[in-house]
């Protein structure tokens, strides 16, 4: 049998999803709860309670809605909740079809970047949204959004030393959004907070950093360092050197990951 995993996580104190030696990971902790739950010891290679993750977040990456599967029983989640950290919690765990893999079979991802863009710091977003204290043009940046549409190479938005063989990406969404976090709502009001920005993309896979890549480089063109066209000829396969820094891992947000069914 094969169970579906739907989590969360503040990925402040976490090295990344991926089991690492030595290092505090999600996939470490959530399996450690599932076995402890299950009764199942590590008998070496691959465990039948070894999870498989929709997508692989790096060090302070956050995941709003994270899938992840294993082939075994689905459990409580309120009693693997009870095992983890106050940083991770399972949402759900359902049944799956025998075979079904919440990588293999997802059709894309979503992320969200956020981003506080004022002139003055906030100490509730510090954790969960980048904060620009630069002017910037939010025409410009949803320009930058449109042309990353549709298939383009990538290599400028990703780490020069890869694993990756192929640069080319097909981006479903990309936008720009006003966003709420941090936000203190008067009684009853649901308005956006007007310094707050989202990017929101949506891609069948992502390359190592190339959404945070894309965010840093389009902030820096919205704040009158390059121009639109220079933006749109990195897409051409440029190499990383051109294009802008690396924003920091805190903003983004693993927001969703879409199934056939």
């Known amino acids: 049998m094969v169970t579906k995993l739907t989590l969360e996580y ?15 990971t999600v996939q470490e902790e959530v399996e450690r709860a599932l076995r402890t739950v299950l009764g199942e010891r590590d008998a070496g290679g691959e465990h039948p ?16 809605a994270q899938v992840a599967s294993y082939r075994h029983e689905a459990v409580d989640p309120l009693r693997l909740n009870g095992l983890l950290g106050d940083d991770v919690a399972v949402l759900a765990a359902q049944p799956a079809p025998e075979g079904w893999d919440a990588r293999r079979d997802a059709t894309s991802r979503t992320y969200c970047y956020r981003v506080l863009a004022r002139r003055a710091r906030s100490v509730f977003t510090r954790s969960y949204a980048l904060w620009w204290p630069r002017e910037l043009d939010k025409g410009v940046l949803e320009e930058c959004a449109q042309a990353i549409l549709g298939r383009h190479d990538f290599t400028a938005f990703t780490p020069t030393e890869t694993e990756h063989t192929r640069f080319e990406r097909d981006v479903l969404r990309a936008e720009w959004r006003a966003g709420y976090p941090g936000k203190v709502h008067r009684w009853g009001g649901s ?47 440029r190499p990383r050197a051109q294009a802008g820094p690396t924003a920091p891992a805190h903003g983004l947000a693993l927001a969703g990951v879409s199934y056939v069914d």
């Open 10 to 24: 503040d990925g402040t104190g976490f090295a990344g999803w991926a089991r690492q030696p030595g290092k505090r």
């Open 49 to 64: 309670l070894t999870l498989r993750v929709a997508g692989r977040t790096d060090r302070g990456v956050h995941a709003w």
């Open 191 to 237: 308005e956006p907070d007007e310094d707050s920005l989202e990017f929101w993309i949506e891609a069948e896979t992502f390359m190592r950093h190339m959404n945070r890549t894309l965010v840093g480089t389009m902030l820096e063109v919205a704040s009158g360092r390059g121009t639109v066209d220079e933006f749109r000829r990195l897409l051409e396969g």
